[in-house]
């Protein structure tokens, strides 16, 4: 945020780098949805979760790196 205050063409509502509507929506949902998500990793077998995770860290390598490889 900080590194940001003299930047030119921000989005509106936005301090610095940081977008004020989407801190607060990001913020909203995660506050709300947490607990239903600690309730599910707790009610999912191990092996479910760690699979799920699995596939998460893939799909997140492969989207960084196309979005690296297309600069």
């Known amino acids: ?5 003299g930047a030119q063409n921000l989005v509106p509502f936005s ?8 801190f607060v929506a990001l913020s909203v ?3 709300t ?3 239903w998500g600690a309730r ?4 999912l077998p191990a092996n ?4 799920l995770f699995a596939v998460l860290l893939l799909v997140t390598g492969g ?6 490889l297309t600069w």
């Open 1 to 5: 945020m900080a590194t940001g205050w």
């Open 15 to 22: 301090l610095g780098f940081v977008n004020i509507p989407g």
């Open 29 to 31: 949902l995660t506050v």
């Open 33 to 35: 949805l947490a607990p």
């Open 40 to 43: 599910l990793a707790h009610a």
């Open 48 to 51: 479910v979760l760690r699979r």
């Open 63 to 68: 989207l960084m790196l196309r979005d690296g």
